[in-house]
């Protein structure tokens, strides 16, 4: 089955700067690669998320890249702000009949001010 | 927010006991999802469903059992509570191609 690999597990950056957080996968077969993020005492929602057929997706500050050869993707922020302290989850599933979504172990990212 | 919702929001039970989580969406998404989260393992799949009555095993299943008897309802069962599902408890759905949403999470403690 799938397994997706997440790194770092913990992340401080001073505000302003950039985080780049990178996730590995390792079903083939998977097609969608989304992103979400986790504040505290709430579940995770969605950010951004990309498809197999897209090497790279923007919204703003959060950008996604996908290497669908080497099996990763990571995701990029940049100008980070203090609201961007959160635990961010990466996830790979094959959107078919019977879907699932994996998930990595989380990143607890930090903004320093 | 999409229409999931978790019940109850916090349960402390004893050892051996049976449990009841309830997930109800009333976004008429086809699949939902039971996950856990712990310490530095991130989000881990218990049990999810595709379909009315049509549901499968996730990555750590052992002690769990599910079942959908209607789209808007996904139940996931503790059918003899141990410590090691002292846990929180996330459902999520999802709609076709779209993205997953998720409830607010069930705090269980298991003692």
């Known amino acids: 089955g799938e397994n997706v690999e997440q790194h770092p597990s913990t992340l401080s950056v001073q505000e302003g700067d950039s985080a780049v957080i990178k996730c590995t996968y390792s079903d083939s077969a998977s097609n969608y690669f989304p992103w979400y993020k986790q504040e505290l005492g709430k579940g995770p929602q969605l950010i951004i998320d990309?498809?197999?057929?897209?090497g790279e997706k923007k919204d703003q500050r959060i950008a996604v890249t996908l290497n669908k050869t080497a099996k990763h993707f990571s995701l990029h922020i940049t100008e980070t702000q203090p609201e961007d302290s959160a635990v961010y989850f990466c996830?790979?599933?094959?959107?078919?009949?019977?879907?699932?979504?994996?998930f990595g172990s989380g990143t607890r990212l930090s903004i320093r001010p | 927010d999409a229409g999931i919702t978790q019940s109850p929001r916090h349960k402390v039970t004893e050892t051996g006991t049976p449990v009841t989580l309830r997930c109800h969406q009333t976004e008429n998404h086809r699949y939902m999802y039971w996950y856990r989260q712990d310490p530095g393992h991130g989000l881990r799949l218990i049990h999810y469903?595709?379909?009315?009555?049509?549901?499968d095993k996730g990555e750590v299943s052992d002690g769990y059992s599910v079942s959908r008897s209607k789209t808007e309802d996904f139940l996931l069962t503790l059918e003899s509570a141990t410590s090691s599902q002292t846990s929180v408890y996330f459902c999520a759905s999802q709609g076709g191609n779209t993205e997953a949403f998720f409830g607010q999470g069930t705090r269980l403690t298991v003692v």
């Open positions: 996830a790979a599933s094959t959107l078919s009949s019977a879907s699932k979504i994996i």
């Open positions: 469903s595709y379909g009315v009555k049509d549901t």
């Open positions: 990309i498809r197999s057929n897209v």
